[in-house]
């Protein structure tokens, strides 16, 4: 699992589906999740929580497609295996890694600069 650090800055929500934004190091973030702020208490501004996300969630690209939820890293290992292939990238003092099919990863080379993209409904929150 990936995890970013940040805080509340906004909540949007309609019966029991939220949109948050959350401020972290590495830029805004946006989450999408079943629950609302009558139903509890940590989506309020200002919360600190940790967004978390799994290896298999991270779009990774070569130049920024996405407007929200993108952020830049630098590849720092890829191992290749028969099917899938795992790469490591740093952006500012977070370390991630992901899983892509190795033709995915083919793309990709050790010192790349990259962006990465996570959709908001596949973030989780961490009180």
Do not use: H
């Amino acid at each position: 699992m990936n995890t970013i650090s940040g805080y509340v800055v906004s909540v949007e929500f309609t019966d029991t589906i939220s949109q948050i934004k959350l401020s972290t190091e590495l830029g805004d973030f946006y989450c999408v999740i079943l629950e609302n702020p009558k139903t509890v208490d940590y989506l309020t501004v200002g919360k600190s929580l940790k967004l978390i996300f799994k290896d298999a969630d991270l779009i990774l690209t070569k130049e920024r497609i996405f407007k929200i939820n993108s952020f830049e890293g630098e590849i720092k290992s890829i191992t290749f295996g028969e099917i899938f292939s795992a790469i490591n990238f740093q952006a500012k003092n977070y370390q991630f890694s992901t899983i892509l099919s190795k033709y995915e990863a083919q793309d990709f080379k050790v010192n790349d600069k990259i962006y990465a993209y996570i959709k908001p409904t596949s973030i989780i929150l961490e009180v």
